[in-house]
């Protein structure tokens, strides 16, 4: 296992530089170098990774991920990068206040722009009606609770709003396997089409058996359902699911300086056919050991010594899959 490097801000703007070269996306150096000078010590203390999607041109992102509670919002304020008058601040400040210290402040900020979104680790899973019942939610949103707790969405880890989106994000974590009928019934939340046979073979390969990360994505004004998430953390060494050619890109140029590579993949659905792939790479700061710590749902843990085929796909990533999926549902 390698030994995580310390970050340095010479050597990421160096890495940022040549990862948004390697797949056409914006970036700006004053706009990143005002982020890393405003949050100097959770880049250094916490844990960073780099986050894109298989839009053409689209935004390249970073993101760190902190140990102890800060106040990413006002720091975001002082250093120009956020409106102090953006409505979404006082629902995701009335989230991270839900559960005092035990909560903590996580930002995504686009290679570009600067910050686009803020997140909130609950400190554990809560229960779906307390993160519905902050003081700042809307009504909008919590209409949903019931819709919600009968597919089985009881539980919260993450919260998030995103800034230029007008949306606010919850991040459950579920407790069952996927099937062709439980991923249908998760998908018409958004009210898109169920996936096709080798969409859905990933989503079965990849995702654990005990469960994954799921993410529901509402506007905030009158709570719309825009998108939903399925997500696979952690990939197994060497294997991932069929991607473009701009995420292979991706995950070939992004460097990892962790002592332990943390890739993965997240199927986005929203109405109809609109589908589309995140993927994500750690960068530094022991970013696995920090998710084990949350007990965050794993591909590669749940996956260990399974038996594996490998088949070539377009995106020039070798792809690995489960057997046949029918055997695992």
Known sequence: MAESVAFSQHRFLRDIRVTAEAIGAPYSEPVTRTVLAAYRESFRDGAVLWRTTDKP??????????????????????ANLLDPKNALINLISSWSSLYGGASTELCDFDAARGIVKTWVYLGGTRPVEQVLGASAVPQALRRHESRFRALGLDVVRHV??????????????????????????????????????????????????????????????????????????????????????????????????????????????????????????????????????????????????????????????????????????
């Open 160 to 329: 998030a709003v995103d800034y230029a989106g007008d949306t606010a994000n919850l991040y459950f974590r579920t407790i069952r396997k996927i099937t062709p009928g439980v991923c249908e019934r998760l998908v018409a939340l958004a009210a898109g089409d169920p996936p096709g046979p080798s969409l859905f073979a990933d989503l079965a390969a990849f995702t654990p058996p005990d469960g994954h990360t799921f993410s529901v994505t509402m506007r905030v004004s009158d709570g719309e359902i825009q998108r939903v998430g399925i997500y696979a953390l952690k990939l197994p060494a060497s294997r991932f699911p069929a991607v473009g050619e701009r995420l292979a890109a991706f995950f070939r140029t992004a460097p990892s300086r962790d002592e332990e590579e943390m890739n993965a993949v997240a199927w986005s659905f929203g109405p109809g056919a609109n589908t589309y792939i995140k993927a994500e790479r750690g960068y530094c700061g022991r970013l696995v050991g920090l998710m084990n710590a949350w007990n965050s749902p794993m591909t590669e843990a749940a996956r260990t010594g399974a038996p594996a085929g490998v088949t070539g796909r377009s995106s020039g990533i070798v792809k690995q899959t489960l057997g046949e999926p029918d055997a695992y549902l």
């Open 57 to 78: 041109g689209g935004a390249l992102n970073y993101r760190f991920y902190e140990r102890r509670p800060t106040d990413s919002i006002g720091t975001a304020i002082r």
